[in-house]
């Protein structure tokens, strides 16, 4: 007789963002009238840089021929797209990275999910408060979590590392050692960054305890000030404690392409075992590889052309940010984020609840953004704006939050 | 400290298709002045079709433009493939799907290995023998499977079903009553295809024992017989215990370009939970949706036009496969297959074990099979031709085998 997998059973069963998306449904059904401007959501907005477009007709062009066509991929990417990447995202930068050591799926959700199939079964694992829901989502499925405190929105099983205004959004090491430390930085939702420094000492911190970091990158591109590492094995000694997530969705606008890899150096053991070999297994077992015409798309990033598109791009978001970052703070909100992320983090006004702050900006100012609590229990009292929208948009919503003031 | 998901350290180490590769290099090098001619992977070899091309194209375009270009999908995929989908694959055959029961994915091999996932841990599990080795290797990093017996070539806690030509490469029901039966048919590697009354027992066995059929319909495209069916879903009772896979990579040549189905009916109920839920759940948090601009060139496949091509396509490889068959019966082989499916399954001359009719073949023919063994120990003296070569060097690799005899 067939049984399902309980653990399945034990995820609450309401998501943040089909939440977010019923009531303003339902107000923009009770208010036709009125223009809502979001930047609640995560997804970019700018259509795909010219240079990814040219590379993808030319895919397709040779898609289309018997000569040129191309069957199954490599489970691990083509050569031209990691090694493309090893050059630019990181040799570029005085890490030395091999194309071995280079993993390409099709998104870093996925590969975010997934990773903690290579771990036991009764690891512990440790996320930042708030948090990017996947992370321990994944987990609760594989039945590591133990149980959920629907008063608290904590697991039993999970260390939860507080990331809030008193400690500027940077979580403290945790007192219980973990097996599994996800970190994500530049952070998503506070926009928060790590130091140079402040990552050693948790690569320090992961070498001491033979834990292991998955170190969630995506939003690398957004970095803007010199001492923050757009990779984690510019600290020493990462190599043999962290993976590394990388995107194209943020950078490139790949949200709906779907393109993304995963760092697994060669020194990273755990048990006496290698883990990018598990990887690769994982890889080749469960996943086929990505599209042919989506991987000569992700290779165009790299080209010089797609470099200053994708520049381009970035710089447009993060004016957007700093329009939100300024104008929330000229209005005396207190604000963060913003400046090595496109996400600002703003602390709600009076005292206000997260949602209650949500229903208040979509009525009184036909806003919609993201309450900081469906991110975790820490992120109650804030809220998450974001730098996605168009910069018309984005100018008038904080005009619209300036004027409630 | 972190620790391994030992169950990974448990998988054979070898790969078939490695070892072919591996084995077909060799030769090659010591003998550069041989064409070898390569049937033995299941990979197809011509261009996308036309109206794919232009679907792709356009998709592209869409992308350039910011009022078209399109972020995050669905998870689940576009309601515009998923209505195509339930229409023309299911609705014009008489089988009422609706699209809420189609889930779109990035191929049927991430398919076959994650649905395991949503079975309880100590699921029992009963393949075919020989069968596609992702069934087991995805329950084998899951902990299910027991021990491995190298000699026997078979894990301790899987039932294996025996396809042998006793029972016409047609497995019986288990005898001891398994909780998830993977069912592959047209069945890859032996070409054999089920009648709609055998089907139909495995149904209402699975109904009786409520077991899951997990039914892998990825050749469904190569089906020419009228009373074998192309859903399982024409059999009376199977939305209560069937889920069906399905792919676009071998009739409409996606194989590199990644697109493929699940079909899981809402009756499909576990332990009081409909399977439905806990599937969509698993993509919304380990997926990220099917790339736009592939699900554009799957809904492509269905219009007139590429209905029209990818059945030309199909005829082509069947042709391949028509040729392969009866120039081996012409030559004294006992084969079979071929006829609902691009694979011809061959009895080895001689009593030769399978490894060593394909040193054989690549010898004294220059032609590359592969090896029945490599699918399972029930595929011991057999051997895997396919027919998604060209027309030309599928012609004369078997003039080369005949002028063996």
């Known amino acids: 007789m067939s049984r399902i997998n309980e653990n399945f059973l034990k995820l609450p069963g309401s998501y943040l963002f089909s939440t977010v998306g019923r009531k303003v449904r339902e107000y923009q059904e009770a208010n036709p009238d009125k223009r809502i401007i979001r930047l609640g959501i995560g997804d970019v907005t700018l259509p795909l840089p010219p240079a990814v477009i040219g590379a993808l007709h030319a895919a397709v062009d040779e898609m289309s021929v018997q000569d040129t066509f191309r069957g199954y991929a490599p489970d691990l990417g083509y050569e031209f797209l990691r090694s493309a990447i090893a050059e630019h995202d990181f040799k570029s930068r005085g890490v030395d990275i091999s194309i071995e050591e280079v993993f390409v799926s099709d998104g870093a959700k996925s590969d975010s999910a997934n990773i903690q199939e290579i771990f036991s079964a009764d690891a512990k694992i440790a996320v930042c408060d708030p948090v990017y829901p996947v992370y321990v989502d994944s987990n609760v499925m594989a ?49 928060a960054a790590l130091k140079k420094e402040q990552l050693q000492n948790w690569v320090d911190y992961a070498n001491r305890n033979k834990a292991v970091i998955v170190f969630d990158a995506a939003y690398e591109a957004y970095i803007s000030q010199a001492d923050v590492p757009h990779s984690i094995y510019e600290c020493e000694g990462a190599k043999t404690c962290a993976v590394e997530l990388r995107s194209f969705s943020k950078n490139a606008g790949f949200t709906g392409t779907r393109l993304a890899y995963t760092i697994v150096p060669k020194e990273l053991v755990v048990d006496g075992v290698a883990l990018c070999g598990l990887w690769a297994r994982r890889h080749g077992t469960k996943f086929n590889g990505a599209p042919y015409i989506i991987q000569k798309a992700g290779e165009a990033v790299y ?98 939050i300036r004027r409630l003031v």
């Open 303 to 400: 080209s010089e052309e797609g470099k200053k598109q994708v520049a381009e791009m970035v710089g447009y978001y993060m004016n957007n940010a700093k329009v939100i970052l300024d104008g929330l703070k000229a209005a005396g909100y207190t604000v963060s984020g913003g400046v090595d992320s496109p996400y600002v983090w703003l602390k709600t006004p009076k005292g206000m609840g997260s949602w209650e702050f949500f229903d208040y900006l979509l009525e009184q100012a036909n806003v919609v953004g993201t309450p900081g609590a469906g991110f975790g229990p820490s992120g109650e009292g804030y809220f998450r704006l974001t730098g996605f929208g168009s910069y018309d948009n984005t100018a008038e919503a904080i005009e619209r």
């Open 143 to 191: 039945g590591r979590t133990g149980i959920y405190d629907i008063a608290a929105g904590r697991w039993s099983n999970v260390i939860y590392m507080p990331c809030t205004a008193e400690n500027g959004f940077i979580p403290d090491l945790p007192q219980q050692v973990p097996d599994l430390i996800y970190l994500c930085f530049p952070n998503n939702p506070t926009g």
